[in-house]
């Protein structure tokens, strides 16, 4: 507001910190419509978030179009993808069974009131020139559009390394590609990221995204945004991993 600055880059939780801890009062005077791009750029990224966000700074000059996000690593001296700046993010509404049991990102019909569990995934963008974005199996084969597995990328500005750490660099490439350890799927030539590979707790033969349960303890009153953490735990007795949930709470 005093700088009128133009540009900013935050992970996902901060939307949702910011929203709810800044007052009223911390906000006197400001004026927030020189902001060109706020980008979400860390962490999968939730619509949730971003309504929140718009919402709460509304009243003192932002404008919701200014939201916009990005898929980011140091790895590839930070950028991988980017949505459009200035034009709404597109979401994804897919079926939540199918991406948590298939792998596949399957569009939910709504238009016959289709009361299946859905899931809004948010877009990365599309990759930034001179990057590319594949999507791989278990076995690294190359998967189709809306299939769910490992974002490798490949580009002219990644890293070519660990340092000291040959170990790392080897188990990181295959065929020129970085394996991110990210899953996701590409629709649309755009990314989207579901979680990390090596975070994922399967119960059942279902695959649970740790973060998805953490974004809804997040919204229980009293809960830290940003502070807390899923995780399976093998249950002998029933053969499967559990979930359970630490939390920050006041």
């Given at each position: ?15 949702n ?50 939201l ?31 991406l ?151």
């Open positions: 507001s005093r700088y009128r600055g133009t540009l900013t880059w935050l992970p996902n939780f901060a939307f910190f910011c929203a709810q801890k800044i007052r009223d009062a911390q906000m006197d005077g400001v004026d927030l419509s020189s902001w060109r791009a706020v980008i979400n750029c860390s962490e999968p990224m939730h619509v949730q978030s971003f309504e929140r966000f718009a919402e709460r700074f509304s009243a003192y000059g932002f404008r919701k179009e200014a916009a996000t990005s898929y980011a690593m140091a790895e590839n001296v930070f950028g991988v993808t980017q949505s459009a700046i200035g034009e709404p993010v597109r979401v994804d509404v897919v079926d939540a069974d199918a948590q049991t298939e792998g596949i990102a399957r569009q939910a019909d709504l238009s016959g009131g289709d009361q299946r569990r859905v899931m809004r995934m948010l877009s990365c963008g599309k990759p930034i020139p001179g990057t590319e974005v594949r999507v791989l199996g278990r076995d690294g084969e190359a998967l189709p559009e809306r299939h769910v597995g490992e974002l490798a990328i490949r580009s002219n500005c990644m890293l070519s390394g660990y340092y000291n750490r040959p170990d790392a660099t080897a188990s990181a490439f295959a065929g020129g590609w970085y394996l991110t350890g990210d899953l996701g799927y590409m629709a649309d030539g755009e990314v989207y990221v579901s979680g990390r590979k090596k975070d994922l707790i399967i119960v059942g033969g279902r695959n649970i995204f740790p973060q998805d349960i953490e974004a809804l303890a997040g919204e229980v009153p009293g809960v830290h945004p940003g502070r807390v953490a899923a995780f399976g735990i093998y249950n002998e007795d029933l053969g499967t991993e559990e979930v359970a949930l630490a939390a920050e709470v006041d």
